[in-house]
């Protein structure tokens, strides 16, 4: 059973800098009996939501859907303050830096936590505000992304299958199919498109149409079933779903981080600043502290930090901890559940997120981010897919208790 899958899968909220991807994000995430009546296929139990959602494009459903979705965003926001739910207030003592080990691990950086500034009050987005003081336990952590060759290894030994290679289930994306049915694997390319495309849509696709889902793509096929990763072995590994990462992780004893360990160690030190190295731009005099997006994104890449896509980890400088890429280069998994209000009302100690969500957290941007579009690559900045959608810039790192 086949359908057209480039007409109707919505790639929901890659990277989404405006009001009307995260309303349809929100629709998503709420089930809406309203929605479902006007036949729009609100499906909460989906397998693989964002890259592999199908939503006809509906107009005035869609209207109606996005309406509610930023009243229910409204009142969620203004309504009571759930700032002490945590049962911290600012007078909590936070845990100090720990002691570094006596033992080394290969390829791991002793992070020694403590209490930092977490988030920013700049005004590029609103999930990462107030900065509030917070404080976590000293942990290992990955120098580098997780490697293809590391990756690789991981499926030598176990035989694992990611998601991305997986047939779909139909009835996961549309409400009334034979929930027998299945469709053949595929995983969220990115692609260049014409100067014409807006950035903020709505989009005919239903998605940006940056976003492709292109069967045969999957780790080991990052642009689709032609594409190879020999030569690339040292580019991080990416189309990983969250489920996937985990399953990697277990397997190298080691856990992905937390959202606020992973913070913590993409800072490398500098209080407050802007950037993970600094506070200086990005490319300034010429040189480039991570790979980004350069020139009018998504029509053309100038690739002026060398890589229009993916670069061998550790291509660029690290930040003050030892750590490569936590700017850019692929997006990073994280432990938490995402809630966009988390970071006012986290307990300050050792945060792990909240108990239930619809999608986890991803940090650190991308070889897609840049300062006209998507800013993430700043080390406050927060994102979130669902746990069973990777796409290829999205990768992971682990770290490891003491
Ligand atoms: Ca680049
Ligand atoms: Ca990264
Ligand atoms: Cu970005």
Redesign the pocket.
């Known amino acids: 059973m086949r359908r057209n899958r480039n007409s109707s899968i919505a790639i929901l909220r890659r990277d989404p800098d405006n009001q009307n991807i995260q309303a349809i994000l929100h629709t998503r995430c709420s089930p809406s009996k309203v929605s479902q009546k006007q036949g729009f296929p609100v499906s909460n139990k989906r397998k693989h939501p964002e890259s592999r959602s199908i939503i006809p494009v509906r107009t005035i459903g869609l209207i109606i859907a996005i309406g509610l979705a930023v009243l229910m965003g409204l009142n969620l926001r203004f309504g009571p303050s759930s700032g002490e739910k945590s049962g911290e207030d600012e007078n909590t003592p936070l845990v100090e830096r720990s002691d570094p080990p006596e033992k080394l691990i290969d390829g791991m950086v002793w992070i020694e936590g403590g209490p930092y500034w977490r988030g920013t009050d700049d005004a590029h987005f609103s999930d990462d505000h107030p900065r509030r003081k917070i404080a976590v336990s000293g942990f290992w952590m990955d120098a580098t992304?997780v490697t293809n060759a590391q990756f690789s290894a991981f499926v030598k030994a176990t035989g694992y299958r990611t998601i991305a290679e997986k047939p779909v289930k139909l009835s996961d994306y549309r409400i009334g199919t034979d929930p027998k049915a299945e469709g053949p694997p595929f995983s969220a390319v990115f692609h260049l498109v014409g100067p014409d495309v807006s950035l903020q849509g709505p989009w005919q696709t239903g998605h940006p149409p940056w976003w492709t889902a292109v069967e045969g793509a999957d780790w080991q096929h990052p642009e689709g079933p032609n594409s190879l990763i020999v030569g690339r072995e040292k580019h991080?590994v990416v189309h990983i779903a969250w489920d996937d990462a985990v399953e990697y992780a277990k397997w190298a004893k080691k856990r992905l981080p937390t959202e606020a360990e992973w913070e913590f160690a993409a800072r490398g030190g500098l209080d407050r600043n802007e950037f993970c190295w600094g506070n200086e731009s990005p490319g300034a005099d010429g040189k480039w502290r991570a790979n980004i997006w350069q020139g009018q994104f998504p029509v053309k890449n100038t690739a002026k930090d060398g890589y229009e896509r993916t670069s061998p980890v550790g291509s660029f400088p690290a930040n003050g901890y030892g750590l490569y890429?936590?700017?850019?280069?692929?997006?990073?998994w994280c432990s938490d559940w995402y809630d966009d209000r988390y970071y006012r009302e986290s307990p300050r100690n050792n945060p792990k997120g909240p108990e239930i969500g619809t999608e986890r957290v991803r940090r650190?941007g991308?070889f897609l981010c840049c300062d006209q579009y998507c800013r993430r690559y700043v080390p406050s900045a927060r994102d979130k897919n669902p746990p069973d959608s990777g796409a290829s810039h999205t990768g992971f790192r682990c770290v490891k208790d003491r």
Request: no cysteine.
């Open positions: 992304e991080p890429d936590t700017s850019g280069n692929a997006w990073e650190g991308s």
